[in-house]
Antibody, heavy 115, light 108 residues
């Protein structure tokens, strides 16, 4: 069974940092681009970042560029999102996504940025 | 940036009725469009990709059509579990895969 499990969410103050992780299983991780999307509670979806199969290419939404870093560990079948200089507007549920037409999503992890 | 608009924002229907949801792109995305369903408290689920191809395990009552700038998701006969929010997403403007604002299909 294809599965993506996120972890690492929580409450952080504005300007703080947080690292999200996603454990992938049930498929050949190295064959897929992977990404992160987010959703403000009760609102719509936003693409955040994605990364090529070997990690050689990374792309970011303008709203997170320079503050967030996506990475992957193909030996561990894991995806990460390092989030620095967090803002109140980054508060959202963050989803790990398999970028084959976003055909698989994790259950999401809530990040709350508040003082 | 390609902007997607969805209409209507809200749709009130009864089980067994037909639902027709629209997604319009600000510029052509060819057939690089996907549809997702999101039930309350759940992650989005891919329904349709490449405008008209059903994803694995998606029932035949879901169908997609369109190309260029205008797309439609049709649910031929609503089941109780189909009452949810539906999003379209364009995957033409690599890698900025923008989403539409969503259509809520509610029970009449």
């Amino acid at each position: 069974e294809v599965q993506l499990v996120e972890s690492g969410g929580g409450l952080v103050q504005p300007g703080g940092s947080l690292r999200l992780s996603c454990a992938a299983s049930g498929f050949t991780f190295t064959s897929y681009w992977m990404g992160w999307a987010r959703q403000v509670p009760g609102k719509g979806l936003q693409w955040v970042a994605n990364i090529k199969t070997d990690g050689s290419e990374k792309y970011y939404a303008d709203s997170v560029k320079g503050r967030f870093t996506i990475s992957r560990d193909n030996a561990e079948n894991s995806l990460s999102l390092q989030m620095n200089s967090l803002r109140v507007e980054d508060t959202a549920v963050y989803y790990c996504v398999r970028e084959e037409w976003a055909d698989c999503w994790g259950q999401g992890t809530l990040v709350t940025v508040s003082s | 940036e390609i902007v997607l608009t969805q209409s209507p924002a809200n749709l009130s229907l009864s089980p067994g009725e037909r639902a027709t949801l629209s997604c319009r792109a600000s510029q052509s995305v060819s057939d690089s469009l996907a549809w997702f369903q999101q039930r309350p408290g759940q992650a989005p689920r891919l329904l349709i990709y490449r405008a008209s191809t059903r994803a694995t395990g998606i029932p035949a009552r879901f169908s997609g059509s369109g190309s260029g700038t205008d797309f439609t998701l049709t649910i031929s006969s609503l089941e109780p579990e189909d009452f949810a929010v539906y999003y379209c997403q364009q995957r033409s403007d690599w890698p900025a895969f923008s989403f539409g604002p969503g259509t809520t299909v509610g029970v009449k």
